[in-house]
């Protein structure tokens, strides 16, 4: 286990809004979750993968972090498995299924997520989600603080939901993919692709945190928020994109703040025009 006081939090969060906890611990091993856990029983920890998906609301936070990332990314592959533990990012998994020629994460190579977080969150694009290969994964159960394993059909997998969001104190340690094999060249072509066409649509010259809002039934967010003029629209430091309506980007220094005020502007906004909510998909720290 690795420990450091007074990290900074900028780089480990995609917004990169600057923010500071007092200790943080990077785990290299399940057992490092466990005795971490152990020791410090009655400290409230926040566990921060990517940081990909989330909004860092404070600029301090006195509680202590779990950063789950490079120290605790290793994998395996077994034919068409991929065993790989949890902090991985979801983009090296994609190059990991590619030199093995796998298909199926294509998708996901211009995702930014960890694995850990994928699963959480069930995260896909173009039809295709990470539930679709997910065979099993390992994870600790914080009410007795053992390691258990859970199946795809226990997964409860929705869109952008799964057992993992709705039970929190379940944290994933470790996760098998089933892939099908594929042609090199045809997988490398459709990763490249699938780049471009995000790249020409989505804000990647400014910080952002993906697509803040989940789809609502019937109606597409980017869409209602461009109608209603807000393209550009800013509190503070944030921005609705001019690119892409649904997205926020941190153009100019913002907090924490900045991108939640700018969020229930957005929402108050919609709702009033479409009777619509809109309901956030990124986690709010």
Request: proline share 2%; hydrophobic share 40%.
């Amino acid at each position: 286990m690795i420990l450091k006081l007074n990290q900074d939090l900028t780089l480990y969060n995609n917004y990169r809004v600057k923010s500071v906890c007092k200790r943080a611990f990077f785990p290299q091993n399940e057992e490092d979750f466990i005795d971490l856990y152990k020791e410090n029983i009655n400290t409230k920890k926040i566990i921060l993968g990517g940081g990909y998906n989330v909004i860092l609301s404070k600029q301090t936070y006195n509680e202590d972090f779990l950063l789950i990332g490079e120290t605790f990314s290793k994998y395996n592959v077994v034919d068409n498995i991929i065993e790989a533990q949890a902090g991985i990012e979801m983009k090296k998994m994609s190059e990991i299924a590619l030199a093995h020629n796998l298909s199926g994460l294509e998708v996901f190579y211009d995702i930014p997520s960890s694995l850990g977080g994928a699963i959480v969150m069930n995260a896909g694009a173009s039809g295709s989600e990470i539930k679709d290969h997910f065979l099993k994964a390992r994870y600790l159960d914080l009410d007795d603080l053992k390691i258990k394993e859970i199946s795809k059909e226990e997964a409860s997998f929705e869109y952008r939901n799964s057992f993992f969001q709705k039970n929190t104190n379940k944290i994933v340690l470790k996760v098998w993919l089933k892939l099908a094999a594929g042609d090199p060249v045809l997988i490398k072509s459709k990763m490249d692709e699938i780049k471009t066409s995000r790249w020409a649509k989505q804000p990647k010259d400014y910080p952002n945190a993906g697509s803040v809002f989940k789809r609502p039934d019937g109606f597409y967010v980017g869409t209602m928020i461009e109608e209603l003029g807000l393209k550009g629209f800013s509190v503070g430091g944030a921005q609705v994109s001019r690119k892409h309506a649904g997205f926020i980007i941190n153009y100019n220094n913002a907090t924490g703040d900045d991108i939640l005020n700018l969020i229930e502007e957005i929402q108050n906004r919609v709702y009033k025009a479409y009777n619509v909510n809109l309901e956030v998909e990124q986690r709010i720290i």
